[in-house]
């Protein structure tokens, strides 16, 4: 099992920071206001300045929650697939399908820094303590690691697209073991034979060499 929810959920400062991630991922930090926030959540103008200040310290109070939410997933699920439980591991990750919107929107207007930074961090861990592969990677696994990430976040841009083409919402438990399920089959098959691989990598370094020559030269 998951752990139970965190006892703040129930509070109205709870209901005023969903509902502010509701606005803030529907309409953008600027458009959104404390006003419809206000009105969403169920309470008055006067309660979300209480208990938040002002609308920069409301979304900060957003990213807090939904760093401290990916963190504890991440947790979960590494503790799930440890234990060989892919089920268990599928399950902990439902709960961010609320957040999506709210990161998509934050990271197309270039914020959430914090949260990108610390999911390449996490995937880090995962090439170095988990993710096995055939001799040592040939970039730096930081790379490899911010790569995946922004691979991942495009998920929750794409939420709507994503649940079109497989015909079914991915938000549901039936559309996440499907998205699951590509994504294992396409970390489990090599896109490219391991001569085609050297073949594209020999072509870069080729490009590579001529770019420092042209640049030298000029």
């Not at 008055?44 to 300045?49: A, D, K």
């Not at 938040?52 to 963190?71: I, M, N, P, Q, W």
């Not at 590494?78 to 399908?97: H, M, V």
């Amino acid at each position: 099992m998951s752990s139970p929810p965190d006892p703040e959920d129930l509070t109205a400062r709870a209901r005023i920071r969903d509902a502010a991630m509701r606005h803030f991922g529907e309409h953008g930090f600027e458009k959104a206001t404390i006003r419809g926030i206000a009105e969403t959540a169920g309470v008055s103008s006067g309660l979300v300045r209480h208990h938040f200040g002002s609308k920069e310290a409301l979304h900060a109070a957003c990213d807090e929650y939904v760093l401290r939410t990916v963190r504890k997933l991440n947790e979960e699920t590494w503790a799930a697939i440890k234990e060989g439980d892919l089920a268990k591991a599928s399950a902990t990750r439902r709960p961010s399908g609320r957040y999506h919107r709210y990161v998509a929107r934050s990271l197309i207007d270039g914020g959430a820094s914090e949260l990108f930074d610390e999911m390449v961090g996490m995937s880090e861990a995962w090439f170095t303590g988990f993710v096995k592969g055939d001799g040592e990677p040939d970039v730096p696994v930081r790379d490899r690691a911010a790569v995946v990430t922004a691979w991942g976040l495009a998920i929750p841009i794409l939420f709507e697209h994503l649940s079109r083409a497989f015909g079914v919402d991915l938000s549901t438990p039936e559309g996440d073991i499907r998205l699951a399920s590509a994504l294992l089959d396409i970390y489990s098959h090599p896109m490219m034979s391991p001569e085609e691989a050297a073949a594209a990598r020999a072509g870069l370094e080729r490009a590579a060499r001529r770019s420092t020559t042209e640049g030298t030269s000029t």
